[in-house]
């Protein structure tokens, strides 16, 4: 049983760009996937076709057994629901507090009323009250998000992509502009929520390094291609040089030794 | 280049810059034939005719209550106006911004409609709609709401695509609706923006609200234009001041009110 699926899918941007080249892969429940490649590979790109963020120029994305491309409406936005999304920049409404951007996670299950108004129930309050707590968040739960750091503002972005009880997340560089004690506190985060809810993590990564530690798989793309797709330790430097182009690769191994030794 | 030859160049820029200054002046004075010495020696005279004249006497003070309503009715037509423009104008505004267009087709109008809108001077607005509606309040109100209107838009357009992008895109990621992204998202982020603004356009209208009584007969503008064609000059000043009054009040409040919010 797949929960998605991703066959021959082209984006283009305009004529020119092609963004994805016929990509095709699928993931099973449970499954902790980091996508890995250079900058304009089309990882972003991906990521937003899975929930529609943006159209698929062809070809077809399953999700939990519902062809993606064609949604419109109200069937678009419970598929919404059932994907969190967590962004390099977080994404928040700075100037309202932890709380109110955590609840924003459950506007897709609203009525246009309710969400006009912003009416949330008793439960929905006390489940995202719960995930501030387990996010280790109860201090701030009242605090305006622009008075955050940076690693809490990226918590507050986990917890409303969870308050939605989502299958699976789309993770968009959450760590691109986090220090390096909290980018290790968000991916064990990340790791945390895949191993004991069991849903789905797809996550784009600039570290090669992370990506290999926390993944169970790698998906590395090139210019719209997918060049590797496979578990981490089958990785051969051949294929970083592949993904990422010589030069880049050569700095990405030293890394990597580094790390190793 | 040497740094000797650098500043040579400065001051002789300088230098030809006051003179294209002093020939342009004395250019104007030659061709409206205006005596500067006679004009220079105006001034005193003015001042002292203004003192003598403009000192609102007692009968300015018995016009104190029909002063002071005019004044009110002024200074609720520029709340309204700028009130009520300013919820069309953030309406428009949604529409015009990239980042809550419904369809990119929108965004042209909308802004086109702000420009147009914006770029006709309030008084000439007010000519414009005395055909329509004659010598009457409303004359007044639409102008200033068409100003207004055209000025909120375009700041708005850029606010909203300022402050709110990144969590109008997290908000659609979660599948919530057009109305609730905007309720929910962009507007608790640009209300200070917005409010702030407001504040600013009531200031502004309440000046040309004044101007534009002048023209339409109503409120206090249209009393300071009485009294001084009927030569009540101490009436009329009474008005200036206080209408210079109420402006200084209600820029005070509306910067409290600023450094409350923002
Ligand atoms: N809205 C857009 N309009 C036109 N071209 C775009 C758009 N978004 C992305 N592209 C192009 O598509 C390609 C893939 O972009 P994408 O953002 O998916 O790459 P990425 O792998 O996420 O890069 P990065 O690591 O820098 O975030 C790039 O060539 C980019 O210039
Ligand atoms: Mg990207």
């Not at chain 1, 020119?16 to 990509?23: H, I, K, R, S």
């Not at chain 1, 009525?111 to 719960?130: F, W």
Request: aromatic letters at 8%.
């Amino acid at each position: 049983m797949t929960i998605l699926e991703v066959d021959s899918v082209i984006k283009r941007y305009g004529t020119e760009t092609v963004a994805l080249d016929n990509v095709s892969f699928s993931v099973q429940p449970g499954e902790f996937v980091a996508i890995i490649g250079p900058s304009g590979a089309g990882k972003s790109t991906l990521l937003r076709c899975i929930n529609r963020l943006i159209d698929v120029t062809s070809g077809d994305i399953r999700f939990a057994g519902v062809s993606v491309p064609q949604l419109r409406g109200a069937a678009l936005r419970r598929h919404r629901t059932q994907i969190g999304m967590i962004f390099q920049h977080y994404n928040l409404v700075n100037r309202l507090s932890v709380i109110e951007n955590v609840l924003h996670g459950r506007l897709g299950y609203k009525n246009t009323l309710q969400g006009i108004l912003g009416l949330y129930s008793e439960q929905e309050k006390r489940d995202a009250v719960r995930i501030l707590e387990t996010l280790g968040l109860t201090e701030q739960m009242y605090k305006r998000c622009d008075q955050l750091s940076g690693g809490q503002k990226q918590r507050v972005g986990i917890a409303r992509a969870l308050v939605q009880k989502p299958k699976m997340l789309l993770c968009d560089e959450p760590i691109a502009s986090l220090d390096p004690s909290s980018a290790k506190v968000i991916m064990d985060t990340l790791q945390d929520i895949n191993r004991t809810m069991g849903i789905t993590v797809l996550v784009n990564l600039h570290q090669v390094d992370v990506a290999l530690h926390y993944a169970e798989r790698i998906i590395g793309v090139n210019k719209g291609r997918i060049i590797y797709d496979g578990a981490p330790h089958a990785l051969s430097n051949a294929q970083i040089y592949q993904i990422y182009g010589s030069e880049a690769g050569e700095l990405i191994l030293d890394l990597k030794e580094r790390y190793a030794a | 280049m040497q740094p000797e030859a650098f500043f040579r160049r400065r001051r002789l820029q300088s230098l030809l810059f006051l003179l294209i200054i002093t020939a342009l002046t004395y250019g104007g004075i030659l061709m409206t034939q205006f005596d500067v010495t006679q004009g220079l020696m105006a001034i005193p005279r003015a001042f002292s005719w203004a003192i003598a004249n403009f000192i609102p006497d007692e009968r300015a003070w018995s016009r104190l209550p029909r002063i002071l309503e005019k004044l009110q009715e002024t200074v609720l037509m520029a709340v309204a106006s700028s009130s009520i423009a300013s919820v069309f104008g953030l309406g428009l505004a949604l529409l015009g911004a990239n980042t809550t267009r419904p369809h990119p087709w929108f965004s042209l109008p909308a802004r086109a409609l702000a420009s147009v809108f914006r770029n006709i001077d309030v008084s000439v607005w007010a000519l414009i709609l005395l055909f329509s509606f004659g010598q009457s309040g409303f004359t007044g109100f639409f102008a200033l709401f068409f100003v207004t209107l055209g000025f909120i838009t375009r700041v708005m357009v850029e606010t909203i695509d300022e402050v709110s992008t990144d969590s109008v895109e997290a908000l659609r990621a979660t599948g919530a609706g057009y109305t609730a992204i905007i309720s929910q998202s962009v507007i608790p982020a640009c209300l200070p923006q917005l409010i702030s603004w407001v504040l600013y356009m009531i200031e502004t209208n309440i000046r040309s609200a004044t101007l534009v009584g002048i023209l339409t007969g109503t409120g206090i503008g249209f009393l300071f234009d009485l009294y001084f064609k009927n030569f009540s000059y101490g009436s009329a000043s009474l008005v200036v001041l206080l209408t210079v009054a109420v402006v200084l009040i209600i820029e005070t409040v509306s910067n409290y009110v600023r450094r409350v919010i923002l």
